[in-house]
């Protein structure tokens, strides 16, 4: 079955850019749309953005000018780039197959702090 | 675009049927059936329950149902288990064809 596995640093500092890839495995990237979704420490989620493996993407209005969503059909993966982050940016982040977000990463937790 | 509005907080006792709602707008959860429940226990990642409104993914059990009047979905669970104490969240898509969660729900069975 699908699973997919976040990784990337877990400590970023203010005004850098966070970034962090997704592993796709027993199925392909392509043919679905994948979305990153994230989770402040004892709080609510909060979608990020979603991309489909042909390149059409969304994001969410309160971030759409700091994030930046790719993907790398041959290795399976995609990836995500937050700029600028703040305090406000730590999060646990989770990368999710955008059919109804039925399949999810584990999550990774990102802090922002000098 | 704001989150979409669910109660803080509901409980239960073992045996009983909660239900959560969802309220939205003519935008988002009125206006379409991607309308989802998603259970998220402490430490996990959410577990989708119910997608397009009131359809069951495949393993979930059929105590959780879901349905939809105007701009407010609801879960219900009956026969509360205690295993069901978790954190609920609803989600929508939106007329911006972006996605919009709910605040979320701690449901506790008493």
């Known amino acids: ?9 877990g400590l970023v500092k203010p005004s850098e850019t966070l970034s962090l ?15 990153w979704i ?7 989620l909060e979608w990020i953005g979603y991309f489909y493996y042909s ?17 790398d059909t041959s290795k399976n993966q995609f990836s995500l780039k937050l700029s600028s982050v703040t305090a406000a940016d730590t999060a646990v982040y ?3 197959r955008a059919e109804a977000f039925d399949i999810w990463g584990q999550g990774t937790m990102v802090t922002v702090s000098s | ?23 939205g707008t003519s935008s988002d959860v009125g206006g379409y059936i991607y309308v989802s429940w998603y259970q998220q ?29 105007g701009n407010t979905a609801s879960l219900t669970i009956s026969g509360l288990q205690a295993e069901d104490e978790a954190d609920y969240y609803c989600s929508s898509y939106t007329s911006r064809s972006t996605v919009l969660f709910g605040g979320g729900t701690k449901l506790t069975v008493l």
């Open chain 1, 21 to 35: 890839t997704c592993t796709v495995s027993g199925g392909s990237i392509s043919s679905y749309y994948w979305s």
């Open chain 2, 41 to 69: 226990h402490p430490g996990k990642a959410p577990k989708l329950m119910i997608y397009e409104v009131s359809n069951r993914p495949s393993g979930v059990s059929n105590r959780f149902s879901g349905s939809k009047s």
């Open chain 2, 1 to 23: 675009q704001s989150a979409l509005t669910q109660p803080a907080s509901v409980s239960g006792s073992p045996g009983q049927s909660i239900t959560i709602s969802c309220t």
């Open chain 1, 55 to 71: 390149g059409s993407t969304n994001y969410n209005p309160s971030l759409k000018s700091r994030v930046t969503l790719s993907v």
């Open chain 1, 1 to 9: 079955q699908v699973q997919l596995q976040e990784s990337g640093p």
């Open chain 1, 94 to 96: 989770y990368c999710v």
């Open chain 1, 38 to 44: 994230r989770q402040p420490p004892g709080k609510g």
